[in-house]
């Protein structure tokens, strides 16, 4: 069973086959995931992760069917009179409905026990730890506004957090220098350092760490940001605020980037917090094209889990989609995390 929970799920050529596959299905839409269901549950709200996925499945003639999440996670395990059934009983129900799950939930603990009890595909819509469909379309507008040759400096300023591993992950597997800045008391562990260190040395990238925002984004070709109050946190603003007033993203700080440099944030934006207006409305911003790549991204993660068993049109390893060039698009290898 093939599931997408986090960046390392995939290799560097599974996820180049996702970006062309993508590409290519927004030139030529066809309907890879009719009689295809795809549950969506959601603990936590999402707008483009919700919204951009499911218009994605509709472009493609799939069914998105929208779970309660209360149905799901009431209780990892069932108590009489407490709780409804437990994940396990509600992920086997699922897998007789549904071709595969969408789920944005708390804790990655959670997903990898939805993975374990189903028998359908699980893909992260966000959790705790990770956040691998924002990583694919920011990777994927990184593309489109450099190429896809060229090696990036690529600095994030503000919180270690899921969308933040994410982005390192994927940019340190594409041999791009990722830098990270944020106050010291919000930083990451030792296992993910070594972890980001095994990854810089596997693909040719490079990992560095300031706490000076100004000496991080010196020269960098992207800034990017996110929140400094992650969901769930909001009781923390006070308590976090003042460690993170310094890692605004201003005109400041931006103009000590390249001149060229673009603007990235994962959305929603707290204006006036961890950016400012004229920084995010910047002529070289890129957070819309960001949030449409969701869109567009997702295409190429549901067709390439489902695609193959709709199409019936397999040559020499490759999924052939009909269009009036009959383009042929590479199959994804299915690999699940060691």
């Known amino acids: 069973m093939n599931h997408l929970l986090t960046i390392g799920d995939l290799d560097t050529y599974q996820i180049q086959s996702i970006f062309d596959l993508s590409e290519q299905l927004e030139k030529y839409p066809k309907p890879l995931l009719t009689g295809k269901n795809i549950a969506f549950v959601f603990e936590k709200p999402s707008l483009r992760t919700k919204a951009g996925t499911e218009a994605a499945i509709n472009h493609l003639n799939g069914n998105v069917i929208s779970i309660d999440a209360n149905l799901i996670f009431s209780s990892g395990k069932a108590v009489p009179f407490s709780s409804r059934e437990s994940l396990q009983d509600a992920m086997m129900n699922v897998s007789q ?39 694919l379309s920011d990777l994927f507008t990184l593309q489109q506004n450099f190429g896809k040759d060229q090696k990036l400096t690529i600095t994030y300023v503000g919180d270690a957090n899921n969308v933040a591993f994410s982005l390192i992950e994927i940019g340190l597997k594409f041999g791009h220098t990722m830098k990270f800045s944020g106050p ?17 040395v596997e693909h040719g990238g490079t990992f560095i760490q300031t706490i000076d925002p100004f000496e991080a ?73 960001q949030a449409k790549n969701r869109m567009i991204v997702s295409k190429g993660v ?21 269009s009036q060039e009959g383009t042929s698009i590479n199959q994804i290898s299915k690999r699940s995390k060691p």
């Open 97 to 135: 409905w549904c071709d595969a799950m969408f789920a944005r939930v708390y804790s990655h603990s959670t997903l990898k026990k939805m993975a374990d009890y189903g028998e359908i595909p699980v893909v992260n819509a966000l959790c705790d730890q990770h956040h691998p469909m924002q990583a």
């Open 184 to 200: 010291e008391n919000y930083s990451w562990n030792e296992d993910q350092l070594g972890y980001f260190s095994l990854l810089a």
């Open 217 to 289: 984004v010196y020269e960098t070709d992207v800034i990017y940001a996110d929140t400094f109050i992650s969901m769930g946190e909001e009781h923390l603003y006070d308590e976090k605020i003042k460690y993170f007033q310094p890692y605004q993203v201003n005109s400041k700080l931006f103009s000590h980037a390249k001149s060229s440099a673009g603007f990235m944030h994962c959305l929603p934006a707290h204006r006036g917090i961890e950016v400012t207006d004229d920084v995010i409305d910047h002529k070289n911003s890129w957070v819309y094209q």
């Open 302 to 322: 549901f067709a390439t889990f489902l695609a193959g068993e709709t199409t019936k049109i397999k040559t020499n390893g490759s999924v052939k989609v009909p």
